[in-house]
């Protein structure tokens, strides 16, 4: 991954993509997936996907999910 210098505002999300990609190599979400299996039929989402997303969400700042709506609407809608 190439790292370029910029001089825009840093928010919460700066480096969420370098912290996911260290976790998928990891091989986090695979051995999260193996261990509680598959979701019933009509699940839309793996574990792994919610664990990800919630895992996003608090290296975010957040520490709920209506963090997102409440604290971070504002970074989202830039």
Known sequence: MKITYSSDTINSFGGINF???IIREASI???ID????IR???A????????????????????????????????LNQ
Do not use: N, P, W
């Open 19 to 21: 912290a996911d990609k």
């Open 29 to 31: 979400y695979d051995t």
């Open 34 to 37: 193996q261990t509680l299996g």
């Open 40 to 42: 019933g039929v009509k």
């Open 44 to 75: 839309q989402y793996s574990y792994s996907d919610l664990f990800r997303s919630y895992l996003m969400l608090v290296l975010c700042g957040g520490e709920c999910a209506e963090d997102i709506t409440e604290h971070l609407r504002s970074e």
